[in-house]
């Protein structure tokens, strides 16, 4: 008789959750080709949900894997007020995974420079990813993992979209500009929910972000409630549109650097004599078969 009790129940909803997360990791690593026989892997732990459910699986994928490849788990103390700077160290300690932390005061930097009432995000970010991928190319690093997931993904899309005029949204895979990092993002494929979920139930040491998450009227908090609201009224909406950003459509856009608006009469010329060609050479063929055909 299968166990009903409450517990029994949270380990298979755990175990059943887990399953779906690895599938979708590994399909995006797949997917891209983000990781390879050799590489090392440095997977930056903010202390988040996201990072740490990232961390998890890929260590999981790594046991399962027919290929050999090292993770280092990486966190940047970016020394704000209050930061429990024991709880990552204590955590990757006792789940023996080998780590560094790096210490920089960029909060004091970013705290000077953004004037009140202004969001600290974009400062924040270019500090920390400086840091980062400094750290990596002078200890070996190539593959540089991020745990953003598929709703950031999305909600990346329409922040340019609205704010930026840009169509553009977060790759899974990219060369940084100096071409010395190649940044991966195996949770694309992943759900925020469901990686709430997997947080609760593996009760991950979460360390809240209080210097960003404590400003208000946040642009992407505005989107996020923006696909909320579709999700509920429209429900696979959100699905469908991050499989539009895998099947894009270069020719009915408007960008003359990704399609060749201004040489298409030459294309339409050459299509035409092409056709013709084709059309001689297949006449005597015609021919040919229709005597044979008569013969018999």
Known sequence: MPDLSAQAKFNREGKKLQKRLRREVGRAIADYNMIEQGDRVMVCLSGGKD?????????????????????LAVN???????????????YLQSEGVPYRIL?????????????????????????????????????????????????????????????????KAMPAKLLSDDGANIVIRPLAYCKEVDLI?????????????????????????????????????????VETIFKSLADVAPSQLLDGGLFDFNN???????????????????????????????EQ
């Open 197 to 237: 979920r997997y947080a609760e139930l593996q009760a991950f040491p979460i360390i809240p972000c209080n210097l960003c998450g404590s400003q208000d009227n946040l642009q992407r908090q505005v989107i996020k409630e923006m696909l909320n609201g579709w999700q509920r009224q429209f429900p696979g909406r």
């Open 103 to 167: 210490e920089q005061d960029t909060y004091s930097l970013v705290t000077e420079m953004v004037p009140q009432g202004k969001t600290y995000c974009g400062w924040c970010s270019r500090f920390r990813r400086g840091i980062i991928y400094k750290f990596a190319k002078r200890n070996g690093y190539n593959k540089i993992a991020l745990g953003h997931h598929r709703d950031d993904i999305i909600e990346t899309l329409f922040l340019n979209l609205f704010h930026a005029g840009k169509l």
């Open 76 to 90: 940047l103390d970016q020394k704000q007020p209050g930061f429990p700077e024991n709880v990552l160290p204590d």
């Open 264 to 294: 298409l009469e030459k294309k339409r010329v050459q299509q035409l004599d092409l056709q013709q060609l084709d059309s001689q050479r297949q006449g005597p063929l015609r021919q040919d078969s229709r005597r044979q055909e008569s």
């Open 51 to 71: 990072s740490f459910a990232m961390l998890d699986i890929l260590r999981e994928l790594q046991r399962r894997a027919p290929i050999d490849f090292e993770l």
